[in-house]
């Protein structure tokens, strides 16, 4: 499984996103590779699961995959929930 997280650089939100999903993962024994992008180079790309915050909404309504978006970017329930759920939809997909 191949998780993207997303923001408008590619430095600070995604990688917050990825270090929080990462220790997620760890917890819950679930193997996959997160990604952090910038939303520019994430164009063209290619995850299972799109984790971003919700004000990127509008540059994702046409992607295929899971899209998760988080509201409250440093609150790690919510990201937790949200990605689980995300993990459990991407997994009914299949």
Same mark, same amino acid.
């Given at each position: 499984m191949r998780i993207a997280?997303?923001?408008g650089m590619g430095f600070g939100t995604s990688m917050m996103l990825k270090l929080f999903i990462d220790?997620?993962?760890?917890?819950? #024994?679930i193997k996959a590779d997160v990604i952090p992008w910038d939303l520019g180079s994430f164009k063209g790309q290619q995850a299972d699961? %799109? %984790?971003?915050?919700?004000?990127?909404?509008?540059?994702l309504k046409s992607y295929e995959g899971v899209v998760v978006f988080i509201r409250n970017l440093i609150d790690k329930k919510e990201v937790r929930d949200k990605v689980l759920?995300?993990? #459990? #939809?991407?997994?009914?997909?299949?």
């Amino acid at each position: 499984m191949r998780i993207a997280t997303l923001c408008g650089m590619g430095f600070g939100t995604s990688m917050m996103l990825k270090l929080f999903i990462d220790d997620i993962l760890k917890a819950e #024994e679930i193997k996959a590779d997160v990604i952090p992008w910038d939303l520019g180079s994430f164009k063209g790309q290619q995850a299972d699961i %799109v %984790v971003a915050p919700t004000d990127m909404a509008s540059h994702l309504k046409s992607y295929e995959g899971v899209v998760v978006f988080i509201r409250n970017l440093i609150d790690k329930k919510e990201v937790r929930d949200k990605v689980l759920g995300g993990i #459990e #939809e991407f997994k009914n997909r299949s």
